[in-house]
């Protein structure tokens, strides 16, 4: 049984920071890949960010030198740590994790929960 449960959300004002983390447990052996989601209201669920263990980030380009994704195996978290925060970055943001599980090879993948983010003043 694999378990993925986010936090860090919240409320923060124009300019602000939060990181976000998603965390994996269970019969894991690693994250292999993450990728952040957001989804605004009566809007479709978009990437935001992705990084495999292989390779490097990729981001959408509103959020290119504000956002930065990462995978700490040693902890089985993946983060998204947001600067620089805009009004249009209120979403609810939403993790997918692709893990090694331990003593198979498939990688299945999950999601968390879901995390409100709004930005305002």
């Known amino acids: 049984q694999v378990q993925v449960v986010e936090s860090g959300g919240g409320l923060v004002r124009p300019g602000g920071s939060l990181n976000l983390s998603c965390a994996a447990s269970?019969?894991?052996?690693?994250?292999?890949?993450v990728g952040w989601y957001r989804q605004s209201p009566g809007e479709r669920l978009d990437l935001v960010a992705l990084?495999?263990?292989?390779?490097?980030?990729v981001y959408t380009g509103s959020v290119k030198g504000r956002f930065t994704v990462s995978i700490d195996n040693a902890k089985n978290t993946a983060y998204l740590q947001m600067d620089n925060l805009m009004n249009e970055d209120t979403a609810v943001y939403y993790c997918?994790?692709?893990?090694?599980?331990?003593?198979?090879?498939?990688?299945?993948?999950?999601w968390g929960q879901g995390n409100q983010v709004t930005i305002s003043s």
């Open positions: 997918r994790v692709e893990v090694g599980v331990v003593k198979t090879y498939s990688v299945p993948s999950f």
């Open positions: 269970g019969s894991i052996s690693r994250i292999v890949t």
């Open positions: 990084i495999t263990v292989y390779g490097r980030p």
